[in-house]
């Protein structure tokens, strides 16, 4: 189920000229996108109706299920399908790539952190840009958190349903980082600069609802329901597919800042279900690796064109095998 790399790539290609093919194959094809629907470009404006159009979902998703309108199953779902655009939003936004002013930004990151009810944006940020620095390290706490590197089993299987039992690895992440800054390196600093112990309460207790809720739930309590259908299951559900993606999208083990050998596609057709529910991560977001400041919009349009280039120049896909690996890249 691997594809290979193409088997008429020049053997004398190096990983440096690939990776530069495959970035100048991206940015042609961003370009000629926007050529054809300039609509596009208009970052802000996009990104905006994106937000808007997230929130009124929800909402509607709520408010139906509330009176009766729409059933259980179908309002977890639009819950989960709206979060995954605010999620592909806050990572874009960690990256800068639209909403310039800072209170709005901040706003919309607040609303982004109690939808999905998990680690706030700006501690995400912080482990989001040094995955980009370190990525598939010992010290990549970002994808650490979510798996990558573990071998299958329950604990690997919980991290996936419940991400807070993956704090259990912190200690071991602080030491390798440690070990990174005695080889040079400067330390990266995650804390927050103020209002720190805020956060941590809010994250905390972000933490805590699932099992006050499956608790009530079994206890026979009113609001415990509505708690599970609204908040509880479709995060747990969305979290579970982003992170399997995710984590399994990406190799460890690799050489250091080496961009080409850092990620895989995920889009065999047995995956398109977990696909659905995260915006199609595992098959697009090895383009981000090589083009980081694409929106999310165009990133996905992109990739039916640029797949064959990915493959061509030594992008693995599909590459099942590297899950019973621990995401180790094969031989």
Same mark, same amino acid.
């Given at each position: 189920?691997?594809?290979? /790399? ?40 996009? *990104?905006?109706?994106?937000? %808007?159009?997230?929130? *009124? ?15 259980? /199953? %179908? ?87 419940? /991400? ?60 415990? %329901? ?45 995956? %398109? ?59």
């Amino acid at each position: 189920m691997t594809a290979a /790399p193409h088997p008429d790539r020049a053997t004398a290609l190096t990983q440096s000229q690939a990776t530069r093919r495959i970035a100048v194959a991206l940015r042609d094809a961003d370009r000629r996108l926007l050529e054809e629907h300039p609509m596009l470009g208009r970052t802000e404006a996009v *990104a905006w109706t994106f937000f %808007w159009g997230a929130v *009124a979902a929800l909402a509607a998703c709520v408010y139906a299920w509330s009176v009766g309108a729409l059933g259980t /199953p %179908w309002t977890i779902l639009g819950i989960i399908l709206a979060a995954s655009v605010l999620h592909e939003m806050e990572h874009d936004l960690i990256h800068d790539m639209y909403i310039p002013n800072r209170v709005a930004r901040n706003a919309v990151f607040t609303v982004i952190w109690l939808v999905k009810a998990t680690i706030d944006p700006w501690t995400r940020g912080r482990w989001h840009r040094w995955h980009h620095a370190v990525s598939g390290q010992e010290e990549d706490i970002e994808e650490r958190l979510i798996g990558m590197g573990q071998p299958w089993g329950p604990f690997r299987l919980l991290m996936t349903i419940y /991400p807070p039992v993956a704090i259990v690895l912190k200690p071991g992440l602080r030491r390798a980082i440690d070990r990174r800054v005695e080889e040079g390196i400067r330390r990266p600093d995650f804390r927050h600069p103020r209002f720190k112990y805020f956060f941590h309460g809010i994250t905390g207790v972000l933490a805590l609802l699932p099992i006050v809720g499956v608790v009530g739930w079994f206890q026979g309590a009113a609001w415990a %329901w509505p708690l599970l259908v609204l908040w509880v299951l479709p995060n747990t559900i969305r979290h579970a597919a982003i992170a399997t993606l995710s984590a399994n999208s990406h190799y460890t083990g690799v050489e250091r800042g080496v961009v080409i050998e850092q990620n895989q596609i995920l889009d065999h057709p047995l995956l %398109w279900p977990l696909a659905a529910l995260c915006w199609n991560f595992g098959a697009t977001h090895v383009l981000h690796h090589f083009l980081v400041r694409q929106p999310f919009w165009r990133r996905t349009l992109i990739f039916s064109r640029v797949r064959e280039v990915l493959v061509f120049n030594g992008v693995p896909a599909n590459d099942f095998a590297s899950i019973w690996r621990a995401n180790r890249r094969g031989a």
